[in-house]
């Protein structure tokens, strides 16, 4: 059974930092693709980051690119979303997701998390 723990949202103020984790267990970590996505209100869950099964290729939302980094830890079987800069319009909760060969697409995607709540004041 495989499982995608996320943990790390709260509330923060526009332009400070959050970092997401999210902890995995029940299949072979290294050997799969790992996507954060979010979801705010009223509107469709957007991908926001994906990165590789050795952590070596990382792509990301354009909306997030520069501020965003995704990174992953094989040995602890964990991925992490470092969030910078943040912005009113980032709020969401946010879910971290693993596939074999995933991009940017949900239907990549064949494990979620529940998801964590981010939420960014002005």
């Known amino acids: 059974q495989v499982q995608l723990v996320e943990s790390g949202g709260g509330l923060v103020q526009a332009g400070g930092s959050l970092r997401l984790s999210c902890a995995a267990s029940?299949?072979?970590?290294?050997?799969?693709?790992m996507g954060w996505f979010r979801q705010a209100p009223g509107k469709e869950r957007e991908f926001v980051a994906r990165i590789n099964q050795n952590g070596g290729t990382t792509y990301y939302a354009d909306s997030v690119k520069g501020r965003f980094t995704i990174s992953r830890d094989n040995a602890k079987n964990m991925v992490y979303l470092q969030m910078d800069s943040l912005k009113p319009d980032d709020t969401a909760v946010y879910y971290c997701?693993?596939?074999?060969?995933?991009?940017?697409?949900?239907?990549?995607?064949?494990?979620w998390g529940q998801g964590t709540q981010v939420t960014v004041s002005s």
């Open positions: 029940g299949r072979t970590f290294s050997s799969y693709t």
């Open positions: 997701a693993t596939g074999a060969y995933a991009y940017w697409s949900e239907r990549d995607y064949d494990y």
